[in-house]
């Protein structure tokens, strides 16, 4: 690359960058649904032809942001995980989770971005997936690892969710159980709840101590996705090839 060129790169790099900076700041003031490309470029003193170079719509820049988004979470709850990778696949668990919420607090605009109100008028394209699953890959290996290891606990599903079990197995873990594969995806679902409860203000007056509350709370999550160790009194564990229970 020559010298002109790799110059042309960086200028880029950065210009980007101070798009993606002011567009945040516009998320932070107005929210999501406000975001304007032509406010963008006047704060940053340019042409919004010359923006448009860069993003040619509000959307394009509404995905970065999401992108962006992601994967600073999900950069977040891995280096967590990486920490304790040698734990218990519960304390594993509950690491993920409060590395969530304690990004989520550090970014409150970007965490409404991607868990908050639809954006109306903007269909999230399938490029955002690989980041948008970078968290619920992480959980999904704390659970393979304790299956393949002392085992899960598992309950039985009602009959009429059998086959509702199975796809959701076979399109997310297809060597999991259905039954914990399903309560993986209601568990993921009450993780972004708690955070959203509080993030949002819905627990004002209502919880007072809310880190030593989430955690417990995550704890409750392990559990309920049948990461019980040590294992309770009387409740049937099984690994790969157990009978069920």
Known sequence: MSTARGARARARIEVTAAIKDEARSQLAAEGAAKLSLRAVARELGMVSSALYRYFPSRDDLLTALIIDAYDSLGETAESAHAQVAGAAPRERWIAVCVAARRWALEHPHEYALIYGSPVPGYTAPETTIPAASRVGLLLIGILRDAYQGKGVARSRLPAELEPEAK???????????????????????QLYGLIGFELFGQFNRVVEDRETFFRHAAGQLAHGVGL?????????VEGPGGSGS
């Open 167 to 189: 796809r959701m197995a076979a399109d997310l873990a297809p060597d999991l159980p259905p039954e914990v594969v399903t309560a993986l995806v209601a568990a993921w679902a």
């Open 228 to 236: 019980v160790f040590p294992q309770p009194t009387g409740t049937a």
